[in-house]
């Protein structure tokens, strides 16, 4: 089959501009994209779950969007990574959120002020981990947050590292979301586990999001992910379902060999350029 007859087989590219964007981060790997599909796959579910967990949260676009949008009364988001789960027990704070939203505004991102944040090493107070944090996500290239990730230079309009800072914004975000702190849960740990300990529950919905099977390893700190055991786990939930993974022949494999249903969903990557990622579920009806 030529490309322009596969394309017409799939759902057109979410326009991710049209997508309000409710998390504090970029995220590498981010969601923005599939929030269209979480809509509908929400909406779907009979009965309507208690809760939504999401146990590979990052920036928690899924979560924030299903809260923000009523779709579900509450939400837990999970995430292994210390520097990320900083910034979200900052948030959900009482009075860590203000500190934060601050923070950012009396922030001024001169070359210097940037890289002395960066630098700070050593244990930090939490909610001043959490800042250095959500910097380090704007100015190093492509959010990422993996030890390593080198620094953003020229920017946009060549205005380097500032031309990434957009302060309001940012403390508006922080603030929208810790007004609706009742509503969402954190756990800074093993997502994997945590999926465990509920799996005999059929009033919670899970959003499975683990790290890309190839890229992982350059992107985030954690990145192995036993994804055999994550699909074994699968199977074992009481409770509804969707995972996101990329395109990948051994995780389709693993899907099939599970009896779960894979599907390619298009978007566009960072690049602008369009790619595939595959939605897996015990049944992707609510796509059609
Ligand atoms: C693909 S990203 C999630 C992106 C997220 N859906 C978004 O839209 O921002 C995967 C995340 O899982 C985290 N992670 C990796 N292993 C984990 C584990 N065992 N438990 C919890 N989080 C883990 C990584 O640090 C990374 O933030």
Redesign the pocket.
Known sequence: MNTAAMVGKFPPVVNVASVPQR?P?R??????WLVPYVRRWLSSLDPRPVELI?????????GLTAVFEDLVERVVL????ED?AAVWMTILDSEGAEWLALRILAFEPTPDNVRAVLAETGELPLWERAFRTLLRNRVQRGGILAPGAGLLRKGENGRGVASRWYPQTLARRILDIAARRSRIGFVA????AEIRARRGRPDLAFYL????LAAGRRL??????DHPGLFALACELTGPFLMSYDDAAEIRALAADHGLEARRVPMMNTHHARKFELLIGRNLDWLD
């Not at 999970?78 to 990574?81: A, G, L, N």
């Not at 999001?209 to 890309?212: C, I, S, V």
């Not at 985030?220 to 992910?225: A, F, I, K, N, P």
């Open positions: 998390s981060f995220y590498p790997g981010g969601k923005t999401e146990p590979f949260a990052g920036g928690g676009i899924v999970v995430e292994k990574d990320v740990g093993d997502g994997i999001d683990p790290p890309y985030y700190r954690y990145s192995e992910v």
